[in-house]
């Protein structure tokens, strides 16, 4: 996550109703220590950390796949290799939706999507990145 104090952290807001599973129920979401990774504290315990980019390749929004196939239509080379957050907000209490500094801004990513595609070792092959 490139960038100063521009990047926005979300908190989870207490008292939401419908909330998701506990696994897919994040209580802090923010750039981690050294700001090049989005963090997310889920309520489980575990910890996920996701490149930028990888998450922009990730986006599973219309302009990005084929709604129909789910085949991935953006072109990673299209994407800037510091693509970063420039706002994150909720969408209810069950997804998060980012504006990306390349003006992108019409993915929606679900907690159970995010907790899927986690890269750590310990989720690795849960869900297989777009790029």
């Keep these: 996550m490139s960038g100063a104090d521009e990047r926005s952290s979300v908190s989870r807001r ?3 109703s419908g909330r998701p599973p506990e696994e897919v129920s994040p209580v802090r979401i923010g750039p981690d220590r050294d700001a ?4 997310v504290v889920w309520q489980d315990g575990h910890v996920s950390q996701y490149p930028p980019r990888w998450l922009r390749l990730n986006c599973r929004c219309a ?3 084929d709604e129909m196939t789910g085949r991935p239509l953006l072109d990673p080379a299209r994407v800037p290799e510091a693509v970063h957050p420039l706002r994150i907000e909720y969408v209810g209490s069950y997804a998060l939706r980012f504006e990306w500094s390349d003006g992108h801004d019409t993915g929606i990513y679900p907690f ?4 899927g595609l986690c890269p750590c070792e310990e989720c690795a092959g849960a869900a297989e990145p777009a790029g």
């Design 14 to 16: 207490p008292g939401a």
């Design 63 to 65: 302009g990005c796949r």
């Design 36 to 39: 090049s990774r989005l963090e």
């Design 112 to 115: 159970t999507l995010l907790r």
